[in-house]
Nanobody, 128 residues
Framework: QLQLVESGGGLVEPGGSLRLSCTAS????????IMWFRQAPGKEREGVSC????????YYADSVKGRFTISRGNAKNAVYLQMNSLTPEDTGVYYC?????????????????????RGQGTQVTVSS
């Protein structure tokens, strides 16, 4: 089955860290640009980070710059989002999406539908 699955979400206190995983099955992520989005209740969907295909350039939303890091797993067919110094404003459902040979992060981060693959999401709750 061709799918993306997110994992690693949970409840964490402010200032804590989580590492989210976006794992592909049935296809290789090597040929895809990967985007992370988040959706909080009552808020607009936000593009959080992107790892482009090919040149591996990265993009981060201003709200997470310096705190989040996106990376590709060397051995596993996965992309990770390391999230540090979490605040309650980071609470939401985080999901990843993949587009074939996506080299321009900004363009793909603006998409709302039509991704080649999209996961179901993982809940991140930052609260004391």
């Amino acid at each position: 089955q061709l799918q993306l699955v997110e994992s690693g979400g949970g409840l964490v206190e402010p200032g804590g860290s989580l590492r989210l995983s976006c794992t592909a099955s049935g296809f290789t992520l090597d040929n895809y640009g990967i985007m992370w989005f988040r959706q909080a209740p009552g808020k607009e969907r936000e593009g959080v980070s992107c790892l482009a295909y090919g040149n591996f350039s990265t993009y981060y939303a201003d709200s997470v710059k310096g705190r989040f890091t996106i990376s590709r797993g060397n051995a596993k067919n996965a992309v990770y989002l390391q999230m540090n110094s979490l605040t309650p404003e980071d609470t939401g459902v985080y999901y990843c999406a993949a587009d074939l040979k996506a080299i321009r992060c900004i363009a793909h981060m603006r998409k709302r539908t039509g991704f080649n693959y999209r996961g179901q999401g993982t809940q991140v709750t930052v609260s004391s």
